[in-house]
């Protein structure tokens, strides 16, 4: 399988800038390069803050341009983004009984669980006792090895002013035991940080990486401040299959011209 994993778009009214640059041109730029260099791809997933402040606006424009992407969409939400004023632009999206952006999908991989951790009034997540439930009762329907994806990530990175918003600790805590107690997670791709990370969570393999418009300065020693740079935009390719998770980032505006290393001199040095 084939899938895309892009995050954290931000999108604005029409018009407006965010920092400095525009989201909605950013996105554009990525479903381009997408759909020219990997159309083939079977799913692409949004892991979240979709828009910057919600408006419905900004998910018009958002609902515009992901209509012009080839490969089948799957959204998560985040902490800027507004339930309800999402759904009135994807009609598709699924809700669980509770109201929560939640759903799985079932293909030859294995199982795609998609969960909300937006925490209402905070930018920080909770996965709360009514979403573990939720969680429980899919992983048990689960059929061969199961991904997730959520916006906050369930543990601490480093980036502290990061971490004080990341997912409520106790919830984190009985998100592992669950997951543990299932056993085929085989991993977590998550959104909110506008970093690149890789590693594993208590054996779970992750993944996350930039957003579209602006991202998090690698800094492990600010306190509180939320210290942001211009670094470029990026989206992940990943192949799975019954052995492996191999994730490709994408720095797609990248203006690096590609040159064949074996006809140039230093080549047989
Ligand atoms: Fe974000």
Known sequence: MKMIHLTDTHLTQPGQPLYGSFPAERLRACVASINAEHADADLCVITGDLA?????????????????????????????DHRGRLGAQFPSLQYDENGFVQSVIHNSSGSFIFMDSVKEGTHAGAYCEKRQQWLAEKLAQA?????????HAPFK?????MDKIGLDIQDAAKLQSLLHSHGRVKHLFFGHYHRPMHGSWSGIGFSTLRGLNHQVVLDFQEEDHYLFNHEPPAYAIVFIDDDN???HNHDFLDPSTPFNASTEPEWNA
Not at 143 to 151: A, K
Not at 157 to 161: E, F, L, N, S, V
Request: aromatic share 8%.
């Open 143 to 151: 059929s061969g090895d199961v991904y997730l994806f959520m916006h």
């Open 157 to 161: 990175t480093g980036i502290k002013p």
């Open 52 to 80: 910057h402040a919600g408006e419905p606006e900004a998910y018009a424009q958002f609902a515009d341009i992901i209509a012009e992407l080839k490969v089948p969409v799957q959204l998560v939400v985040g902490n800027h």
């Open 245 to 247: 998770v191999i994730v």
